[in-house]
């Protein structure tokens, strides 16, 4: 989160526009080392507000908020950079047409220009937009793309280590799932995450039980295991989108490779899959980090910046 190349410019301009400590834009402005005029156009491009009138606006949520649990007027205004509790008062009612001792009385949220307020007890809250943006995924879409390129990322890591690496049972005796079998080795667990798809997507589509020979550590490396799995996920995908555009996602597969067969719903082998992806990744995780291969968080959080 400290890398430069990272930093998310609007919560350093808004920390920024909300420190108690900042009494003016100027003191705004250095703070983010930027000029008053450049931080000011930078402001007003990304929230469509002034920073004053964006700091004045945050700052009265925040102390209407707090007056409404309690806190004396004199306190929050003194924290809320007021030069006094008379002129607080007078920006309080004049904003929100009562006093501050019947701040209970209101909603502290204002009307804003940008859907950004004051979101307790410390944060900020900016509204999302749909006319603006009619596409925002959901979130099991985003979860199912973030795991086929976390996944992705992960074979692209593994791909560094040695043969003999790729296969040492670094985990011994290591389950997921019993009918799964062990996975001790790097190349058994990404092995094991590529092949639940395969198995999930056979069941679906009505085929035989696949062969495991495509993620068998001792039979193909890092890279011929990517080639595949970059196959399968196109499929995963494929098959989930065709499913949930149809509205079919609550269809029950009757499945005939288990033993005894069982019922499952899709939306219940989609989960099924997410969950036990998401473990097996963070045991990879930690393996690469014993061969000495740092992977990162894998946080779907840092993924959704990146992209």
Not at 130 to 148: F, K
Not at 182 to 196: F, K, Q, R, T, Y
Not at 221 to 248: F, N, P, Q, V
Not at 287 to 293: I, N, R
Request: aromatic share 8%.
């Amino acid at each position: 989160m400290n890398d430069p190349a990272r930093r998310d410019r609007l919560r350093e301009l808004l920390d920024a526009v909300t420190d108690a400590g900042n009494s003016g834009v100027g003191d705004m402005a250095r703070s983010t080392y930027a000029s008053e005029f450049h931080f000011s156009r930078e402001v007003r491009r990304l929230t469509g507000e002034a920073p004053a009138a964006l700091r004045r606006r945050v700052m009265l949520e925040r102390a209407a908020w707090r007056l409404q649990h309690g806190e004396p007027v004199s306190a929050v205004a003194a924290d809320e950079g007021w030069s006094s509790p008379e002129v607080f008062s007078r920006a309080f009612r004049r904003t929100y047409g009562v006093p501050p001792s019947q701040a209970v009385d209101v909603h502290f949220r204002l009307p804003s220009p940008n859907g950004l307020h004051f979101h307790p007890p410390q944060s900020l809250w900016l509204d999302s937009d749909r006319s603006d943006d009619p596409g925002v995924p959901d979130i099991a879409a985003l979860m199912i793309a973030h795991d086929i390129d976390d996944t992705t990322y992960l074979l692209t890591r593994a791909a560094e280590l040695t043969r003999a690496q790729w296969t040492a049972e670094v985990a011994p005796g290591q389950t997921v799932l019993e009918w799964d079998g062990p996975e001790p080795s790097v190349g058994a667990v990404l092995g094991a995450l590529v092949w639940n798809k395969e198995v999930w997507l056979a069941t679906i589509a009505g085929e035989d039980f696949p062969s495991r020979a495509a993620t068998q550590p001792d039979l193909v490396d890092a890279r011929t295991l990517a080639a595949h799995h970059d196959d399968i996920a196109k499929r995963w995908r494929a098959m989930i989108s065709e499913y949930a555009a149809a509205g079919r996602l609550g269809d029950t597969v009757i499945d005939a490779l288990c033993d005894p067969p069982e019922s499952f719903q899709l939306y219940g082998i989609v989960a099924h899959v997410l969950t036990y992806s998401a473990h097996r990744r963070e045991l990879v995780r930690a393996m690469l980090a014993g061969h000495g291969v740092p992977t990162g968080l894998g946080d779907p959080l840092d993924w959704m910046r990146g992209r």
